[in-house]
């Protein structure tokens, strides 16, 4: 899962830095607050973005299930945040996870396609409405009550990707929840 704000360079140009700082320092708190909630782990902040993995270093089944609740999570919660505008893109998939780096400085990532499908997704979706997007494939790998809250649409080919990426982006919290009763409703 990355996550990166919207229009950063204009805002360090336009306020002074201690409001950039407290914007910033307001958002990685929000951040992190949700995606430890979601039991993920923020491998880096990188400058005005921040990238989560779910399933490394410790293996995890439901890894996709967990990020996609984790996105759909943090765009409420930054929501809050006034002045802050953000993409977040969601991927899955077979990644190398470990130290990267020379003998004097080493620094545990992620490296694979996943991670650049990812933020790929993210850039695209700092121009959507939704600000959530995430690929099909992950979608796929979740569990079926977190699929509910997610709908797919059109293949876009993505920067330095061969094959197309399928869209998909969360309901709206309301439609959301009517799902949710529906569900409940209906088990009931």
Known sequence: ?????????????????TEVVSLLN?????????????????????????????????????????????????????REVVGLDIGIGVSAGLAVAGNIGGANRFEYTVIGDPVNEASRLTELAKDRPERVLTSSSALFFADENEQRHWQTGEEVQLRGRRRKTRLAWPLESADTAAADESAASSLG
């Not at 782990?41 to 439901?62: E, H, T």
């Open 1 to 17: 899962l990355f996550v990166d704000m919207v229009g950063s360079t204009a805002t360090a140009a336009e306020r002074p830095p």
């Open 26 to 78: 307001e958002f990685f708190r929000v951040v992190v607050d949700v995606i430890d909630r979601h039991h993920g782990l923020i491998n880096k902040f990188m400058g005005d973005a921040a990238l989560a993995i779910f399933g490394a270093p410790l293996d995890r089944p439901d890894a996709p299930t967990a990020a996609l609740a984790a996105a759909r999570e943090l765009r409420e919660a930054l």
